[in-house]
C-alpha cells in the first residue's frame, strides 16, 4: 500500500467523525463539508424515505430538519473502515452505532454505511450513501425523525409476479381465466398485467406481473381465502405448468399522510 492510500483512507475516515460530530453537535457548517456537491443518499431500509439524489446544501437541510425534533439528542460511533482506493475515487464500508434520546425514551441503531467518495480542489468528499441496517432497539423513525405518520387507507393489493410457459398455453388459458374472475368476484378490480422490459438492481427470474387492487380489507379477505379452497386447489396442475416461477403476495397501501 502506497502513502498516498494511506493518507486518503485516513482522510476519508475523518469525513465520518466530522459527519458525526457535525450531527451531534447540530453543527450543520462541519456536516455540510464532508460532502460532495452532488449527494446520493439511501436510508430506505430503515423507513426514511427513498433513495434520492440531490444537491449537498439540500441534503443537509434535510438531515437538519430530521434531526432537529425538540428534546432529540444524539451520539455516533463510526468504526470498522474497510475502503478501497483508486485515484481520486473510493468505496468503502463503515460501521455506525448510533443513539438517539427523547426525554427517557433511546431507540439505538448499529447499521453499516456504505460509501462512494471523490477527491477533488477541496480534497475528499462523501458522494453516495447508503445505509444497511443490522440491528436496532426502541426503534420510532416517526416520532423521533418528525415524518409523516403513516395513514393507512384500507386498500390491499395482490402482486403476482411470474414467468410463464409459452408451450403449455392451454395451461395458461385455463388457470388465468378462471382466477382472474375469482379475483374480481371477491372484489378486486380488474387487473394490471405489465411485463419486465429491465432489471437495473439486483435480480429477476420473472418476465411480468399482475396487480389487482381490492379497496377494503374485507375484499382482500376474501380474495385470500381463495387460495384455500377445492376450486384453486384444482387450477393448481395447470397453474404448475403454465409458469416456471410464481410468486404470489398480498400487499396493504400505506401512504404518506
Given amino acids: 500500500m502506497t502513502t498516498d492510500e494511506l493518507i486518503a483512507k485516513q482522510e476519508i475516515a475523518e469525513l465520518h467523525y466530522r459527519y458525526a460530530r457535525g450531527i451531534d453537535m447540530q453543527d450543520w457548517a462541519t456536516f455540510r463539508s464532508v460532502f460532495h456537491d452532488t449527494v446520493v443518499g439511501d436510508f430506505s431500509r430503515w423507513g426514511m424515505g427513498d433513495r434520492a439524489e440531490m444537491p449537498g446544501d439540500a441534503f443537509t437541510g434535510l438531515v437538519q430538519y430530521l434531526f432537529s425534533t425538540k428534546g432529540l439528542v444524539t451520539q455516533h460511533y ?100 378462471s382466477i382472474i374472475p375469482m379475483l374480481m368476484q371477491a372484489g378486486g378490480t380488474p387487473p394490471m398485467i405489465i411485463k419486465q422490459d429491465e432489471v437495473v438492481v439486483g435480480q429477476s427470474g420473472t418476465f411480468m406481473s399482475m396487480i389487482v387492487t381490492f379497496p377494503t380489507p374485507e375484499a382482500a379477505q376474501a380474495a385470500r381465502a381463495i387460495f384455500d379452497t377445492d376450486g384453486y386447489a384444482a387450477l393448481v396442475p395447470d397453474r404448475d405448468r403454465a409458469f416456471s416461477t410464481m410468486n404470489i403476495a398480498f400487499f396493504s397501501d400505506m401512504p404518506q399522510s
Avoid at 431507540?107 to 462512494?116: F, V
Avoid at 480542489?121 to 423513525?141: N, Q
Wanted: charge should be negative.
Fill in 78 to 177: 463510526m468504526t470498522n473502515f474497510l475502503i478501497d482506493v483508486h485515484g481520486d475515487s473510493a468505496r468503502g464500508d463503515t460501521y455506525v452505532f448510533a443513539r438517539h434520546k427523547i426525554g427517557d425514551d433511546v431507540m439505538s441503531l448499529n447499521a453499516l454505511y456504505t460509501c462512494d467518495y471523490v477527491k477533488g480542489a477541496h480534497g475528499w468528499r462523501i458522494a453516495s450513501i447508503t445505509m444497511t441496517p443490522r440491528w436496532d432497539e426502541g426503534a420510532d423513525v416517526i416520532r423521533f425523525f418528525q415524518l409523516p405518520d403513516p395513514a393507512p387507507t384500507g386498500r390491499h393489493y395482490l402482486v403476482v409476479t411470474a414467468t410463464p410457459v409459452l408451450a403449455h398455453h392451454d395451461s395458461l388459458e385455463r388457470y388465468v381465466g
